[in-house]
Every structure is written in C-alpha cells, then in structure tokens.
T-cell receptor
Framework: ETGVTQTPRHLVMGMTNKKSLKCEQHLGHNAMYWYKQSAKKPLELMFVYSLEERVENNSVPSRFSPECPNSSHLFLHLHTLQPEDSALYLC?????????????FGPGTRLTVL | AQSVTQLGSHVSVSEGALVLLRCNYSSSVPPYLFWYVQYPNQGLQLLLKYTSAATLVKGINGFEAEFKKSETSFHLTKPSAHMSDAAEYFCAVSDERGGGYNKLIFGAGTRLAVHP
C-alpha cells in the first residue's frame, strides 16, 4: 500500500450503531487530520494529531471520537450519529513544516446515516 | 482570521480553451496558499502551493497560479483545457498556529466541466 488509505470506503449505519473509520498513512508523516466534506459546504477540519498528540478539536460533537495509537494510524469512532452526519470523511497526513507542508489525502469514507 | 473565497461554484469551458479559476483570500499574516484538485470518488491532490518564494507557481498537469498581494488573489490557470481536467478544485490558505502543523482553511470549491 502507498500513500494514505481509508477503510471502509462506504458505510451505512443506523443512528444507534457504533462503527469506526480507519486511516493509515504509509508516508512516514508526523501529523494526521480528519475532515468532513458535506455537499455544498467547504471542507471542515475536525481533528488534528501532531506527533500523536491531539492538537486541534474543532468543536466536534462528542459522538465523534478520534484515536491515534501511533503516527501511522488514525481512527474515528462513531456512535449515535444523526442523519446530518452523512458525508464524506477524509483523512490526511503531512510532515509538519510550519504551515507550508503538503497534506496528502486518502480517498475518503462515504458515510450514510439512516 | 484567514478565509478563502472562490468565485463561481461551477465553471464550464471548451476543450482547448483557457481555464481560469478564481480565488481570493483574507489573511492577517503573509499567507501560504494552496490549490487542490478532487476527482470523482477520490481524495484531494495537491496541484501547487505558494510559500513566499516566486509569485508565479507552476504545478502539475500544466496548471499555474500567480500570487498577487495587492489584489489578495491566487487565481489558477491552464492555457488549454483537457477533458481529464474535469474535477472539483479547492483553494486553501494556511492558518498555521505556531504548533507547526498545517491548518488549512478551504474555499467552497469550483467544479470545472470541460466539453468537447
């Protein structure tokens, strides 16, 4: 595998389910990001982990819970979601460089909440 | 706070025509600026970035962008559109907070259609 991978690519879940999204980066980067991409809205940054420490949490509801067990893996745990949480969830990674670093994105997980 | 405005949510051009996608930014500090492209069912891919070196930045697939401080603009151009350029394009400004990591503020995106 190369680059940034995400699994699953598609997920349909009920409002009472618990599921997890997985992201893995094969680039040796030290920062990882979760974004939400909804129709007709700009990409929303949800969480950032830099050197495995959460450094950004953009007022995301507690039904989204991130986990970064090491610099290569990032999870997003989901529980009791709402239909408005249906979106494309993108993971990205970068090598921290004072704001000039390029973020490399995975293909995303298309989430549908019924 | 930093912000990005992309003028035109949809742009349509003929194959072989000039592509011009507009981006204006607002930043309280000298900005770092990025253009990303998203093809259907894929994540975002970097086209080019401005990091305070040359104001005319060349990227992949024949795209380039010019940083104009006086106009607070970073428009993306390509001299001759190809069918494979049909995608959504995002302009972003970096909101680096001193923690080193790159917090990107994205525009709403411009969907480019290329017709024969």
């Amino acid at each position: 595998e190369t680059g940034v991978t995400q699994t699953p690519r598609h997920l349909v879940m009920g409002m009472t389910n618990k599921k997890s999204l997985k992201c893995e980066q094969h680039l040796g980067h030290n920062a990882m990001y979760w974004y939400k991409q909804s129709a007709k809205k700009p990409l929303e940054l949800m969480f950032v982990y830099s050197l495995e420490e959460r450094v950004e949490n953009n007022s995301v509801p507690s039904r989204f819970s991130p986990e970064c067990p090491n610099s290569s893996h990032l999870f997003l745990h989901l529980h009791t979601l709402q239909p408005e949480d249906s979106a494309l969830y993108l993971c990205a990674s970068s090598q921290v460089a004072g704001g000039t670093d390029t973020q490399y994105f995975g293909p995303g997980t298309r989430l549908t909440v019924l | 706070a930093q912000s990005v405005t992309q003028l035109g949510s949809h742009v349509s051009v003929s194959e072989g025509a000039l592509v011009l996608l507009r981006c204006n930014y607002s930043s309280s500090v000298p900005p770092y600026l990025f253009w990303y492209v998203q093809y259907p069912n894929q994540g975002l891919q970097l086209l080019l970035k401005y990091t305070s070196a040359a104001t005319l930045v060349k990227g992949i697939n024949g795209f380039e962008a010019e940083f104009k401080k006086s106009e607070t603009s970073f428009h993306l151009t390509k001299p001759s559109a190809h069918m494979s350029d049909a995608a959504e394009y995002f302009c972003a400004v970096s909101d680096e907070r001193g923690g080193g990591y790159n917090k990107l503020i994205f525009g709403a995106g411009t969907r480019l259609a290329v017709h024969p």
